[in-house]
Nanobody, 125 residues
Framework: QVQLVESGGGLVQAGGSLRLSCAASGGTFSSYAMGWFRQAPGKEREFVAGITWNGGSTDYVDSVKGRFTISRDNAKNTVYLQMNSLKPEDTAVYYC??????????????????WGQGTQVTVSA
C-alpha cells in the first residue's frame, strides 16, 4: 500500500509561482509512474502532468505546457510540480497519483492505483 501526501498549495496572485510536493511511503517509489491531476469545483478531474519512473519521459496537458514542470527524486520518494506564470483558471485541488509499472504515462485517472488527499491551489486575478 502506497501513501501519498501533497503539500505546497496556497493562495497566489496571477503570474506567481508555487511548487507542489508529493511524498510517497509504503512502497517502491521507482516502480511507479507519477501523475498530477487537478479538479476545480463542478468540473471533472483533469490530468495535468506525468512522469515515468526514472524521469526519462514527461507529459503535460496543453494548457500548462511551458509553465509547469514535473520532476521526481527517487532517493527522496518525492515528486514535484513547479508551477510558474499561474493563472486564475489554474485554481483547483491538485492531487498526485501513482500508477504501477512506471514505464508509461497515462492521462486517464482510472489507470492510477494510489492517490493523495489533495492540496488547494487558488490563483487570484
Amino acid at each position: 500500500q502506497v501513501q501519498l501526501v501533497e503539500s505546497g498549495g496556497g493562495l497566489v496572485q496571477a503570474g506567481g509561482s508555487l511548487r507542489l510536493s508529493c511524498a510517497a511511503s509504503g512502497g517502491t517509489f521507482s516502480s511507479y509512474a507519477m501523475g498530477w491531476f487537478r479538479q476545480a469545483p463542478g468540473k471533472e478531474r483533469e490530468f495535468v502532468a506525468g512522469i515515468t519512473w526514472n524521469g526519462g519521459s514527461t507529459d503535460y496537458v496543453d494548457s500548462v505546457k511551458g509553465r509547469f514542470t514535473i520532476s521526481r527524486d527517487n532517493a527522496k520518494n518525492t515528486v514535484y510540480l513547479q508551477m510558474n506564470s499561474l493563472k486564475p483558471e489554474d485554481t483547483a485541488v491538485y492531487y498526485c497519483a501513482a500508477e504501477y509499472g512506471g514505464s508509461s504515462i497515462s492521462r486517464g485517472y482510472r489507470w492510477y492505483n494510489y492517490w493523495g488527499q489533495g492540496t488547494q491551489v487558488t490563483v487570484s486575478a
